[in-house]
């Protein structure tokens, strides 16, 4: 049910038929009419009840509404016709609804990441990109992780003769590997 308000801030009719219910279409530059009146017994008013001759009874929606609302209501909905109400969505240009652009309205967006394109370069194995993803949000399992969570273990690096401490540095800077490997790279 949260996706209601978003639903309904990101749609809106186009007026034909007049079957749309007055208090929840989006008449109003910023929300429905729901959320500035109190809903009572004229809830369930749909826009053709309000219609004389093909044109909106103004003395009827100014009972109702004022004159201010009255006028933004009669600006916005245009002329009726014979055809079926269409609920347009307004992300999209052609008003058609889809999951994408949907996703795009709901999602919340981190900042930009520079290095990812870097990162997730296409030439680069799968492996090798996950293990260097996980190394920069420092997400890689080493033994000074573990032991941040609580659990007692005496850290010892497998790949080195020194036997050091196992964490992030230690296994892509500073070890005996990790040393001998830099240097080749850099040769």
């Given at each position: 049910?949260?996706c209601i308000?978003?639903?309904l801030?990101n749609?809106?009719?186009k007026?034909?038929?007049?079957n749309?219910?007055?208090?929840y ?6 929300r ?11 809830s369930q ?7 004389i001759d093909?044109?909106l009874?103004?003395?009827e ?8 609302k009255?006028?933004e209501?009669i ?10 109400d269409?609920l347009?969505?307004?992300p ?7 999951t994408?652009s949907?996703?795009?309205v ?5 900042p930009?990441?520079?290095?990812a394109k ?7 194995p ?8 996980k190394a ?9 992780k573990?032991?941040?969570v609580g ?6 690096c497998?790949?080195?003769s020194s036997?050091?401490?196992e964490?992030?540095?230690?296994i ?8 001998n490997?830099w ?5």
């Amino acid at each position: 049910m949260k996706c209601i308000p978003v639903l309904l801030n990101n749609s809106n009719w186009k007026v034909r038929e007049g079957n749309v219910r007055l208090w929840y279409y989006n008449f109003l530059s910023s929300r429905p009419l729901f959320a500035e009146f109190l809903e009572g017994e004229h809830s369930q008013i749909r826009l053709k009840d309000l219609v004389i001759d093909n044109v909106l009874d103004d003395e009827e929606l100014q009972r109702l509404l004022g004159l201010e609302k009255t006028d933004e209501v009669i600006g916005r909905v245009g002329k009726f016709g014979n055809s079926e109400d269409v609920l347009l969505w307004l992300p999209k240009k052609d008003g058609c609804f889809n999951t994408k652009s949907a996703w795009y309205v709901i999602r919340v967006r981190l900042p930009k990441f520079g290095r990812a394109k870097w990162i997730w370069h296409k030439c680069l194995p799968k492996k090798i990109v996950v293990c260097m993803w996980k190394a920069v949000f420092n997400c890689l399992n080493v033994d000074e992780k573990v032991r941040s969570v609580g659990v007692p273990i005496i850290s010892a690096c497998n790949c080195c003769s020194s036997r050091g401490i196992e964490d992030l540095d230690h296994i892509l800077n500073n070890g005996d590997f990790a040393s001998n490997l830099w240097r080749k790279v850099f040769a």
